[in-house]
């Protein structure tokens, strides 16, 4: 049963979450509607594209996120706390 409650606690932050961002980016919109263009910026033909500096940022949050996950499980594993192997997705 613990689980399920804490499962719930997790949905409901994620859900805060997600309304938090979507007022922020409706703000930012406002804002960046009253802005110059991106292509207007001084010399943002040598920046890279915000997408793609977003796209490397998670990319590389993402292989430490599974590289501290697996790190986990082997510790789980040399502990043998349950018994189990922690190799479960």
Do not use: C
Not at 42 to 55: F, H, I, R, S, W
Not at 66 to 84: H, T
Request: hydrophobic residues 45%; glycine residues 4%; without cysteine.
């Amino acid at each position: 049963m613990a689980v399920l409650e804490i499962t719930d606690v997790q949905d409901k932050v994620l859900d805060a979450v997600r309304t938090g961002q979507d007022a922020v980016v409706d703000a930012v919109k406002t804002v960046a509607d009253k802005l110059p263009s991106w292509s207007d910026v001084p010399y943002a033909d040598q920046l890279p594209a915000p997408g793609e500096v977003v796209d490397r940022a998670f990319g590389y949050a993402e292989q430490l996120i599974d590289n501290q996950r697996e790190f986990a499980k082997k510790l789980v594993d040399a502990l043998k706390l349950d018994g189990k192997p922690a190799t479960s997705a």
